[in-house]
């Protein structure tokens, strides 16, 4: 009997992975001392914040860093404000930004943090408070060389702000120890918009590769309704595609004909989510149609991109399935391991079964979130390379990198996938991704003496 509690997204994310490195580790026995390794975070910070509210009593949260993994760099890694937030969904999303940060090329670590505090229904008064006081302890276990966060669920522009002057007084130092910061104070350009471009630019490889294809007269379907699913949604119809739904905790908004979103009810969208209000706020008139407490994924009966942007575990088999049947081609994550094991597996049974690159009828091609939606930890890295040079790269600077970083990481686990993953004339993105992330990340470990 285990002595350890037990923590059911973090042993999903571990089951994951080491079932997808199995073909890499029968031919090198050597690395499983590595992969038991690498499952324990190097440390796990957690602490009581204490802050008052606007009537005068005093509330209470509980805060945690995870710092996972330094053999690559500082630990980076988001921090998440949502009531939902427990060591096991920390060490989750901790475990796979150590992947993640790997295939994006940058010399960053992995780590994740948050707290069980709800900014929804709190004044920015309140929030401000909260911020501070959760910057008070955090500030012992971060710095620019040692743990850079970064923005998450419920952490958005204003909390970034006010955690950095906090860390800013406390400390006496202007630093760059958060990404996500305005633009006018050591933020960079192109970073609120980098993980929806990222996935975007991510599936154009997949596109082109399996039917050598554009986005052009592409039907896609979106899960959320923030950051990701918003810029994600911008960029497919800007390279032409169709945007039929959006989603939030309440419910999905599905397109009743073919037009789909455009760039302005997108906005109204964003507006909306600003105001951290439901979509049933939105007006959708006779073009959209609201379904209460569904995702997207059973909804349209034709569509050929998935893209789950809200959470962990939004699609599972029998959504996998129905995607299948809807006849979607490539499902790709925008969200931290948006699809469950046996969704994977589905989609991964249907990309095995295709025997000839010629002939690939019935496949899902399926990206997982540690490869499709790195993009934002990418400019998250690029700001910090701003940062320590005290330099400002222009918009299209930083979104020439950012592509460049996709593609790169796109080729990087297809060619590791076809190396090892077995079955299929088509490469396994999701074991190449975390094949190349992990042998990365252990090869560091090694020469650094954590494992021999």
């Known amino acids: ?61 509980r805060g945690y860093r995870v710092q996972f993994n330094s053999a690559l760099g500082p630990y980076k890694g988001g921090l998440r404000l949502h009531p939902s937030v427990n060591l096991s969904i ?17 010399m960053m670590g992995g780590g994740k943090g948050g707290s069980d505090f709800d900014p929804k229904g709190k004044s920015d008064g309140e929030i401000r408070k909260f911020c501070y006081a959760f910057m008070q302890e955090l500030s012992r276990h971060i710095g620019a060389d040692t743990d850079v966060p970064a923005g998450d669920i419920g952490t958005g522009g204003r909390e970034i702000g006010f955690m950095f002057g906090a860390y800013k007084k406390y400390k006496n130092e202007f630093s760059g120890i958060l990404t996500g910061k305005g633009a006018n104070w050591g933020g960079s350009f192109i970073r609120p918009e980098a993980t929806g471009y990222g996935l975007v630019y991510y599936v154009s490889e997949m596109l082109r590769d399996l039917d050598n294809t554009d986005w052009k007269g592409k039907r896609v379907l979106i899960s959320g309704a923030g950051n990701v699913a918003q810029y994600a949604a911008l960029k497919v119809l800007e390279l032409g595609g169709t945007v039929l739904s959006l989603s939030d905790s309440n419910g999905a908004l599905i397109a009743t004909g073919d037009e789909g979103f455009t ?33 997207p994924w059973t909804l349209v009966s034709k569509a050929d991109v998935a893209l789950p942007s809200a959470s962990q575990n939004e699609v599972n088999g029998e959504e996998a399935k129905a995607l299948i049947k809807a006849g979607v081609r490539y499902v790709a994550e925008g969200s931290n391991m948006g699809c469950t094991l046996e969704a994977i597996e589905i989609f991964e049974n249907s990309r ?7 002939d690939t009828n019935g496949i899902c091609f399926y990206a997982p979130g540690k490869a499709a939606n790195c993009g934002g930890v990418a400019v998250s890295g690029l700001e910090m390379a701003q940062n320590s040079q005290r330099l400002k790269w222009t918009p299209e600077e930083v979104d020439a990198k950012l592509k460049d970083i996709m593609i790169t990481c ?41 494992w021999w």
């Open 1 to 61: 009997m285990s002595n350890l509690p037990i923590e059911a997204e973090f042993q999903q994310a571990v089951d994951e992975i080491t079932q997808t490195l199995e073909p890499f580790l029968a031919k090198n026995p050597e690395y499983r001392k590595a992969l038991e390794v690498v499952q324990i975070p190097e440390r796990v910070v957690q602490f009581r914040v204490t802050w008052e509210r606007d009537d005068g009593s005093i509330a209470v949260n």
């Open 263 to 295: 760039a302005s009810e997108i906005a109204n969208i964003a507006d909306i989510k600003l105001a951290r209000q439901s979509l049933t706020a939105f007006d959708a008139g006779s073009k959209f149609k609201w379904y209460e407490g569904k995702r």
């Open 352 to 358: 095995k079964s295709v025997t000839s690159a010629n």
């Open 410 to 450: 796109y080729k990087t686990c297809w060619d590791t996938g076809k190396q090892y993953a077995e079955g299929g004339a088509i490469p396994s993105l999701v074991a190449g991704a975390n094949i190349a992330g992990f042998i990365k990340v252990a090869d560091a470990m090694r020469d650094q003496g954590d």
């Open 90 to 106: 920390l060490k989750f999303l901790g475990f796979e930004q150590v992947f993640k940060n790997a295939l994006t090329g940058l």
